[in-house]
């Protein structure tokens, strides 16, 4: 039967074994007083104040062993070498986790000491003390969490993800290792260190003992088995292009597509516009690397090498890391559309329908394309009049 003494939200745990007051036992010493007289009540009124002391004292513990309410935010949380329990449980409580070292200690000196291993753990505040030490007898090379980075993530927007999530990593130790040429990519062109477009966005199980380093190197590892998988090496040559260049590719339809069903199409527009040596003018490449508090205008009219609007060509470089389907449409474009559609209605007869202009055509990111550029000024009004553009 349950001791009434334990508040409800108390959590069973194996390595507390806490022993509390009965309240019958309070119940049963209240009456005997009333027979008691002289000295002998008063030692009475004393054994009993000690033993109601002796049970709020215990009532007490318990709550700090074991806190109430939900856990408390998550954080990690570095164990240093050379640290001792007594340093590790000061920072413990300085960072919420615990209430109260000096109990802490004790607890640990009870259940035969804590033999801590340098490295990071994910810890909660107001964590159980029993869970607490089970988590920091775990090594960290055996505690991982779940990281996460969409299609479309920046290599710095990436750091800034992981960063986040594992407080001991740093954004701008991760750009380093992305950039500075430590971690090769079978991907990557001669002479290039940035892994901008070449680590695949997925998420990923990062260790307590795991460096920006090692990151970068699985996201690039991921990103060359992919492209086994898609075959990009002999697509690409079919294509006309490099490995590289379709990365590039993928990487503005990954930052441009907003439905799956684009995706190719977009890809035949590059295609086709760089066939025809037109400049590609896709926005997302012209914002990369700019100051987000820059105007469109201002942004349009400085010159970078990814302004698609001044220069001809692909952008040198990735503009983000796309996932398998932008991948795979970039190798696999949707040709030339059938006669039903939006592009070749109304063309004249001595006009090849392709894909060759795209704007945004509804609120769930759909794309209206057009063969000519009069079709596409057409659209363009069309997303205005719906409020889809400025």
Same mark, same amino acid.
């Given at each position: ?11 069973e ?7 509390? =007051? !009965?309240?019958s ?10 027979g008691?007289?002289? #000295? +002998? ?9 000690v ?15 074991? #806190? ?6 998550? =954080? ?7 640290d001792?329990v ?10 919420g ?9 004790w607890y640990?000196?009870?259940k035969?000491g804590?033999?801590?291993i #340098? ?14 030490? &089970?988590? +920091?007898?775990?090594? !960290?090379?055996?505690?991982f969490?779940?990281?996460?980075? !969409?299609? /479309? ?5 990436m ?5 986040s ?6 954004a ?11 971690v090769?990519? $079978? ?10 477009g070449?680590?695949?966005p ?7 003992d ?17 492209a %086994? ?10 294509? /006309?292009?490099? #490995?590289? $260049?379709? +990365? ?7 930052r $441009?597509a ?47 090498p990814?302004?698609?609007?001044l220069? %001809?060509?692909? !952008? ?8 398998? @389907?932008?991948?795979? &449409? ?5 040709g030339?559309?059938p006669?039903?559609? $939006? @592009?070749?209605v /109304?063309? &004249? ?34 997303? %205005? ?6």
């Open positions: 039967m349950k001791d009434p003494l334990l508040p409800n939200d108390w959590r745990d194996p390595w507390d074994n806490v022993s509390v =007051l !009965p309240e036992l309070t119940e049963e010493l209240a009456p005997t007083l009333d008691v007289r002289g #000295p +002998l009540r008063l030692v009475a009124i004393v054994v009993v104040a033993v109601l002391l002796l049970g709020l004292s215990g009532w007490w513990v318990v709550r700090q062993l074991n #806190p109430s309410g939900p856990l408390g935010k998550a =954080l990690n949380f570095t164990v240093n070498e050379g001792t007594s340093s590790v449980a000061g920072r413990l409580e300085a960072s986790v615990i209430s109260n070292a000096t109990l802490f200690k640990v000196s009870t035969g804590l033999d801590l #340098p490295g990071y753990y994910a810890l909660h505040q107001k964590e159980n003390a029993g869970d607490l030490i &089970a988590t +920091l007898s775990i090594a !960290p090379s055996n505690t969490q779940s990281v996460t980075f !969409p299609e /479309g993530m920046t290599v710095a927007q750091g800034s993800r992981l960063s999530k594992m407080t001991f990593m740093a701008a130790d991760f750009i380093t290792a992305a950039t500075d040429g430590s090769p990519s $079978e991907l990557s062109p001669k002479g290039n260190t940035n892994l901008e070449l680590l695949f997925d998420t990923y199980q990062v260790a307590g795991d460096t920006e380093s090692r990151v970068v190197a699985r996201m690039a590892s991921m990103m060359q088995r992919v %086994k998988q898609v075959d990009l090496v002999a697509g690409a040559k079919v294509r /006309g292009y490099s #490995p590289y $260049e379709v +990365l590039v590719i993928a990487s503005l339809i990954e $441009e907003k439905i799956p069903e684009d995706r190719s199409k977009i890809a035949q527009v590059i295609y086709n516009r760089l066939a025809a040596k037109m400049p590609l003018e896709i926005d997302a490449a012209v914002k990369y690397g700019q100051d987000p508090a820059m105007s469109w205008t201002d942004m349009k009219a400085t010159d970078t990814y302004n698609t609007y220069h %001809k060509g692909l !952008p040198p470089t990735p503009i983000a890391n796309p996932g398998r @389907a932008s991948i795979v &449409a970039a190798l696999a474009p949707a030339v559309p006669k039903t559609d $939006e @592009a070749c /109304g063309l &004249a007869k001595n006009v090849k329908c392709q894909y060759l202009y795209y704007v945004l055509a509804n609120a769930q990111g759909g794309h209206a394309f057009a063969t000519t550029y009069e079709q596409h000024l057409a659209n363009v009004e069309t997303a %205005k009049t719906a409020g889809l553009l400025p």
